[in-house]
């Protein structure tokens, strides 16, 4: 099935057509993240920039006395802190719960997991309120560590999924020998499972990494002072406010969405794996 | 061998132990308070009230504009995502030069958050720049609207972000789908003597049936659940007249700025009813098909 050259021409400009639509909202945010303030007016929004400059993200990082502009500097490093342990925390959970689902079926395993498979999909409203009401018996409301606690544990469904899948690809044969020689369960994981686990970890790593970073709903609900609030609940503030100009506004938002864009141009493959991983049958 | 399967049980109880808890006991929890009267900070007498709250929400004139909303939403969005998606999965798939390059720049919106999506697009469907303007300069001012701010539009405006958001999703899907099929029936159906259309019509259309299927479940509840994106084109108050609002937000709202604990409990109920009817019978469906392969 040889293709005409006009089929060629047909695809080649379907491609950068699709290209230019998604393209679009980068070149904005860029743009006009890199203006200097005079430059900046509705009018001359698709205009490439004349002077660049970096004023903007300085000032969306910092914010501005002045105005009394909060930056979004401190919300950053509130996302790291949130970030890191929620990503450990959860796909360390997920690893142990995918190997005993994929290697030690017992009976009842298969309604378990789909229990813990359905509460990936619950719309998160549905448990909101009694959260917050446990956060704050236990003094966790309002807090970093209170937005871990709800991340590890709705991260538990997803990461033991994609750990589930990964792990059945290991063959019994390796688990099986292991015990022959006197490991244990924990011995097994120990020594066979673990030291094959570091194509399906990136995965989950990255996966919920993206995830946690790009939350805002327990954000928002979760933490009420600017202090501790992620990134993307600031963001949202500092464009909902009329004195923040609008090229701050995108060097914020650029801000916020560096970590899990340099993440996806880097390691994209194992991003779109875990993505796939998510519609539970990979 | 049994005691084997007991330390393998005990390893995950804690992880069962803490989705029992946050997930199907907190739904029983919001469930129990939906049938009550808590609808303030500091209610007296706590009081069960049966399907009070729930009646009150089919009585409300903005309860009411967010389904019709969300259906909205969803007609738009799923085929927008579908046809987008499988579209650039064939033409990724067609072995051009620079795939990756093509693959990378289509699926990178998903790495961004619904936050800073929403923030662009809100200035992009700014009526008096971004897509006007371009319209404009193209001559294509006919195309020129109001976007999220005329109240007719509204919440159509925040599905064609979503659309630009999430059809990588269904790209990626396709994509996979496509990868899945032998060679061998491309060549079968090249002896035969069969066109590109005709493979595609009677090949690769029905292979990827459960893709599409996969696809809508998911599409179809990220519709239901829908937040982020529309707190951020179109603000906390969902748009003039409520034109973008879905129950999602208003959930947000009642709950936890006019502390309606138990009206907002009743709306979340809703939401993972919804969610259910959608999810359940596909999670059972795609576990039993695993099970027999």
């Known amino acids: 099935?040889?293709?005409?050259?006009?089929?060629?021409?047909?695809?080649?400009?379907?491609?950068?057509?699709?290209?230019?639509?998604?393209?679009?909202?980068?070149?904005?945010?860029?743009?006009?993240?890199?203006?200097?303030?005079?430059?900046?007016?509705?009018?001359a929004m698709w205009r490439l920039p004349q002077n660049l400059t970096l004023a903007s993200f300085a000032k969306a990082w910092n914010g501005d006395p002045t105005t009394g502009m909060q930056g979004l500097g401190q919300n950053f490093l509130n996302s790291v802190y949130l970030v890191v342990p929620a990503v450990i925390l959860s796909v360390f959970l997920g690893s142990i719960n995918g190997y005993v689902l994929a290697h030690w079926r017992f009976r009842g395993s298969e309604v378990l997991f789909f229990l813990l498979l359905f509460g990936m999909f619950i719309p998160y409203?549905?448990?909101?309120?009694?959260?917050?009401?446990?956060?704050?018996?236990?003094?966790?409301?309002?807090?970093?560590?209170?937005?871990?606690?709800?991340?590890?544990?709705?991260?538990?469904?997803?990461?033991?999924?994609?750990?589930?899948?990964?792990?059945?690809?290991?063959?019994?044969?390796?688990?099986?020998?292991?015990?022959?020689?006197?490991?244990?369960?924990?011995?097994?994981?120990?020594?066979?499972?673990?030291?094959?686990?570091?194509?399906?970890?990136?995965?989950?790593?990255i996966w919920q990494f993206?995830?946690?970073?790009?939350?805002?709903?327990?954000?928002?609900?979760?933490?009420?002072?600017?202090?501790?609030?992620?990134?993307?609940?600031?963001?949202?503030?500092?464009?909902?406010?009329?004195?923040?100009?609008?090229?701050?506004?995108?060097?914020?938002?650029?801000?916020?969405?560096?970590?899990?864009?340099?993440?996806?141009?880097?390691?994209?493959?194992?991003?779109?794996?875990?993505?796939?991983?998510?519609?539970v049958k990979g | 061998m049994r005691r084997y399967r007991l330390v393998a049980f005990a390893l995950i109880a804690p992880s069962v132990l803490l989705i029992i808890v946050f997930v199907y006991g907190f739904i029983g929890w919001t469930t129990w308070l939906s049938l009550t009267n808590q609808n303030d900070i500091i209610v007296p007498q706590v009081r069960f009230v049966g399907l009070e709250n729930y009646i009150r929400l089919f009585h409300n004139l903005r309860f009411l504009i967010d389904l019709k909303n969300t259906l909205i939403f969803a007609l738009l969005f799923i085929p927008g995502s579908l046809v987008l998606g499988l579209a650039?999965?064939?033409?990724?798939?067609?072995?051009?030069?620079?795939?990756?390059?093509?693959?990378?720049?289509?699926?990178?919106?998903?790495?961004?958050?619904?936050?800073?999506?929403?923030?662009?697009?809100?200035?992009?469907?700014?009526?008096?720049?971004g897509l006007n303007l371009m319209f404009d300069a193209l001559g294509l001012g006919f195309l020129k609207n109001g976007w999220y701010t005329d109240p007719s539009i509204g919440i159509k405006a925040i599905a064609l972000a979503a659309v630009w958001q999430l059809s990588g999703y269904t790209m990626a899907l396709y994509l996979a789908g496509l990868r899945a099929i032998p060679k061998e029936l491309y060549e079968a159906a090249q002896v035969d003597g069969a066109s590109q259309w005709q493979f595609f019509r009677f090949v690769t259309f029905p292979l990827l049936t459960p893709v599409t299927l996969s696809a809508v479940i998911v599409l179809g509840h990220i519709s239901l659940k829908i937040f982020d994106l529309v707190v951020a084109?179109?603000?906390?108050?969902?748009?003039?007249?409520?034109?973008?609002?879905?129950?999602a937000l208003y959930m947000f709202v009642t709950t936890f700025q006019a502390n309606r604990f138990a009206q907002g409990g009743a709306i979340s109920i809703i939401l993972l009813m919804m969610v259910s009817f959608l999810v359940i019978p596909y999670l059972s469906w795609s576990l039993r098909r695993e099970a027999t392969e």
Not at chain 1, 220 to 229: D, L
Not at chain 2, 233 to 247: R, T
């Open chain 2, 88 to 129: 650039g999965a064939l033409l990724l798939n067609s072995g051009i030069r620079y795939e990756g390059v093509f693959r990378t720049i289509f699926l990178m919106p998903m790495a961004l958050s619904f936050i800073v999506t929403g923030v662009v697009w809100r200035w992009l469907m700014n009526p008096s720049s």
């Open chain 2, 233 to 247: 084109v179109a603000g906390i108050s969902g748009g003039p007249a409520f034109s973008s609002d879905v129950p």
């Open chain 1, 1 to 43: 099935m040889r293709r005409s050259r006009l089929l060629t021409l047909f695809i080649y400009g379907s491609l950068l057509l699709l290209a230019v639509f998604y393209l679009i909202p980068i070149y904005v945010l860029v743009v006009n993240a890199l203006k200097d303030y005079r430059e900046v007016s509705v009018e």
């Open chain 1, 125 to 205: 409203q549905s448990v909101l309120i009694p959260l917050v009401k446990l956060l704050m018996a236990i003094g966790l409301y309002g807090s970093i560590p209170g937005l871990i606690l709800a991340h590890v544990v709705y991260g538990i469904p997803i990461t033991t999924l994609i750990f589930r899948n990964y792990y059945a690809q290991i063959p019994r044969e390796l688990s099986e020998s292991a015990q022959i020689d006197g490991a244990g369960v924990l011995g097994v994981y120990r020594y066979v499972i673990v030291p094959l686990s570091a194509p399906g970890t990136v995965v989950a790593v």
């Open chain 1, 210 to 279: 993206t995830q946690i970073w790009n939350d805002f709903l327990f954000g928002v609900v979760i933490t009420n002072k600017p202090s501790v609030q992620p990134i993307t609940v600031a963001l949202n503030n500092l464009a909902g406010s009329f004195i923040v100009e609008w090229n701050v506004q995108m060097a914020g938002a650029l801000l916020a969405a560096l970590p899990t864009l340099l993440i996806y141009i880097l390691m994209g493959r194992y991003f779109i794996r875990g993505l796939l991983a998510g519609s």
